[in-house]
């Protein structure tokens, strides 16, 4: 009998016919099977394509439209209220002044693409000029309905903090308006003597919900801030009309700077009650001497570019008493070393102080003292910065004997001192127990430099050959 053979896969297979038939079937289910297989895989990449597409459709409208639709709704919302908002979102205005001439153009054509706003992030800033805000009434409410849940923050105005009659005032510092997935964050400013503008610290009250917004990604807020009063202009961006900084980098420089520390208005009324303010004709008279010259310092430091800080007795009169300490008799500034520029001193001179005295050198105790009017000085002491401690120097002329002044490493902070936005070591305390002990707040009208800061250490003497340099009178 005729044995069939079946070759497959290079083996020879021997059955009979009825093995052949059974073989047939195996075979025929084995393509069914196959087919219904491949159908089934098809579909499930088909579903899987499907699916993924729809999640990419949810997440782009989740972070990419729904930021844009929020600022959208928040624009027409202010703009119908006369809110007047400008944005200061620092990853957009960051994009803005690195594309500022795509900006430029498009505020002249109609597109409405979208190339700023919809940055995916949970949060985007605007600022509030309140002083120009006539009027709240309505706002949360037509907010509501637009479709905006707002949650608002307010706090005593810390301005008031020394009037009992004025402390309880509350002012607005904060509103957050959520809008799907995506969070308005206008920050308040208010306009501030000085002609800067500040905001106060986001801080959430008991009843409030924690959950409402991730707030610890908020850019503002986590202290309060001082800042430059910024120029406005109107830009078009992705199709919406909006302010923005016209000197965008600028306010970028600002925003990681902006710390601000308040006066400590009750203590100051407190140590004024005390010790009783000095209210004599001599008093009041260098006070205003006093002030003026801070204020023309600052406007030459500040035009020159150079960072400075209240320091010394200037200091210790604006933490403990807010103002001039009348005894103290000159003003006194910091400057850190590396900002030093060699036309300082003509600078000053041109501004009608001339140069009193110039210890040491750049390299090693640099310090200048000018000369304002009615014998009230300003002395310059310029900080050097080791491992552990930052120091100031000092000389006596007589004898060439060098000093050294040791500071804990410290920053520096925004204050309102006489009228005026200055810094201030942000690690205020510490600065002042350096120099001054454990009893600042007790009045010594009796102070020898050489000798009587707690932080004061010899710092050997001139050589005689480098007196002509390091030892200047005028």
């Known amino acids: 009998m005729q044995i069939p053979l079946f070759i497959e896969s290079g083996v020879i297979f021997l059955f009979h016919q009825k093995d052949e038939n059974n073989w047939v079937a195996v075979k025929r289910d084995q393509h069914r099977l196959m087919s219904r297989i491949n ?3 098809v579909l499930a990449l088909l579903i899987l394509t499907s699916s993924a597409f729809l999640l ?3 997440y782009y409208y989740k972070h990419y439209l729904s930021a844009k639709l929020a600022i959208k709704k928040f624009i027409m919302l202010t703009s119908s209220q006369n809110v007047p908002v400008f944005l200061i979102d620092p990853w957009i205005l960051e994009s803005i002044n690195r594309n500022f001439g795509q900006v430029k153009n498009a505020s002249h054509s109609s597109t409405s693409e979208c190339k700023f706003f919809c940055i995916p992030r949970d949060f985007t800033a605007f600022a509030l000029q309140y002083h120009l805000w006539k009027s709240e009434d309505g706002w949360f409410r037509i907010a509501e309905n637009m479709g905006f849940q707002c949650l608002k923050t307010e706090s005593k105005d810390p301005r008031l903090d020394g009037i009992d009659s004025l402390s309880g005032t509350e002012i607005p510092l904060h509103y957050v308006c959520k809008l799907a997935a995506h969070a308005i964050h206008l920050v308040v400013f208010h306009e501030r003597n000085g002609n800067y503008l500040w905001h106060g610290h986001l801080r959430l009250k008991g009843h409030m919900d924690r959950k ?4 610890r990604k908020l850019q503002f807020g986590r202290y309060p801030g001082a800042f430059d009063r910024p120029e406005l202009q109107q830009v078009t961006i992705d199709g919406l009309d909006i302010l923005i900084p016209k000197d965008p980098e600028h306010f970028l420089e600002e925003i990681p ?7 400590r208005y009750k203590e100051a009324r407190a140590f004024l009650q005390q010790y009783l303010d000095d209210n004599t004709v001599e ?3 260098f006070r ?3 002030k003026e010259l801070l204020q ?3 406007k030459t430091l500040t035009k020159l570019g150079v960072p400075f800080w209240l320091s010394s007795g200037t200091c210790l009169g604006w933490y403990r008493q807010c103002g001039i300490i009348p005894y103290s008799k000159d003003v006194d500034l910091g400057i850190f070393i590396q900002d030093y520029k060699p036309d300082i001193i003509l600078a000053f001179q041109d501004a009608g102080l001339p140069l009193k005295h110039k210890f040491g050198k750049v390299e090693d105790s640099l310090e200048l003292s000018f000369q304002g009017k009615d014998d009230v000085k300003l002395d310059i002491f310029f900080f050097y910065e080791e491992t552990d401690h930052m120091w100031n120097g000092g000389t006596q002329a007589k004898t060439g004997k060098k000093f050294k002044y040791l500071f804990p490493k410290f920053t520096l902070c925004w204050t309102e001192f006489v009228d005026m936005k200055v810094h201030v070591p942000c690690e205020t305390i510490e600065y002042i127990e350096a120099n001054y002990g454990k009893t600042w707040k007790i009045p010594v009208r009796t102070w020898d430099w050489k ?5 004061v250490r010899p710092n050997g003497i001139w050589p005689i050959s480098e007196w002509d340099e390091v030892i200047q009178l005028y």
């Open 39 to 41: 159908k089934n895989v």
């Open 56 to 58: 990419f459709q949810l």
């Open 212 to 215: 409402f917004v991730p707030f």
């Open 257 to 263: 700077h902006s710390r601000f520390i308040e006066c």
């Open 283 to 285: 008093a009041v008279a």
């Open 288 to 290: 205003k001497s006093a």
């Open 296 to 298: 023309l310092a600052a």
């Open 451 to 455: 000798s009587s800061p707690p932080n």
